[in-house]
């Protein structure tokens, strides 16, 4: 897993995140859609109570239809398009998170497994084509980085998770292939990138930078690297085939529609109906 030579500008169809997350412009435009349909079905956005947990499966539902078109590529042997959708899955859940916060803690459980179970089949996919590098893949650090966070997240929610460590330990390696040339080359792309944004933007990245620094320096106890802990997948935990077939018949018992309105979607909604959940109204909730 070697870090290869790239050219000194950001590689076509990257970019930054921020400051500290490189990603694929497809990755990003699947963050800021999800984010997008996330939003329509805040019930706290619209001046909203509808039900308890309203919003939690209204994500659920995005992660499910996710991971489905991520399971169909995968079955068509399209790894780098399973790749790209799975980073921009990732960069929501890091940003979002409500999902596992459903009362259903069963199905939380089956979702991330099944979550997990097409990140290992899509990086052993990638690997046996011969492009599990940064050569290939320039935002891989960042997306195995993301990846552990979310798993290491989830293992709060008492998941297993163990693609967390498998990702760290793809992460090791790549962290110790790199060359000198190579993070300067990173570097010199998160530069341009800063000097791409309007000036106030640039003063503020450039002082979370600076704090960031600040609090490095002071700590006298090195933090451990976010691939630390790295270990094997269990093979029994994460087949896809196994996981999937698992994953699907549970969601066969489970309601597909809100339990109140017409969808998850309340932008969709008619005004008279929200209005009968809105805040205003707050008196008449159960």
Known sequence: MAANKASTSIPKGYTFLNHECFVSTLGKEMF?????????????EHDMYIYNDFYAYGCLDLVDKTLSTVNAKIAKKGFEDAYFLLEGLA??????????????????????KAYGALVVATLRG?????????????????????????ADQMRGQSCPASYGPYCKRLGAEIVKNKTSEYIEQERAWLTEWIAELEAEDQAEVREEMKEQEEERAADKKAPKPWYANAGNVD?????????????????ATVPKGPMRGPSWDISKWPASLKQEFSFDNEEDFD
Request: net charge negative; aromatic share 12%; proline share 4%.
């Open 91 to 112: 960069l929501w859940n890091d940003f979002e998170g409500s999902w596992p916060m459903c009362d259903d803690g069963k199905r939380t459980k089956k979702t991330d």
């Open 126 to 150: 990638l690997e046996e084509e011969g492009k599990l590098d940064l050569q290939h893949l320039p935002n891989l650090e960042s997306f195995l980085k993301v990846t552990v966070r979310w």
């Open 235 to 251: 093979e029994d935990n994460l087949v896809l085939s196994r996981v999937w077939k698992d994953y699907k018949a549970y969601l």
């Open 32 to 44: 800021r859609d999800l984010s997008k349909k996330a939003y329509d079905r805040n019930p706290d």
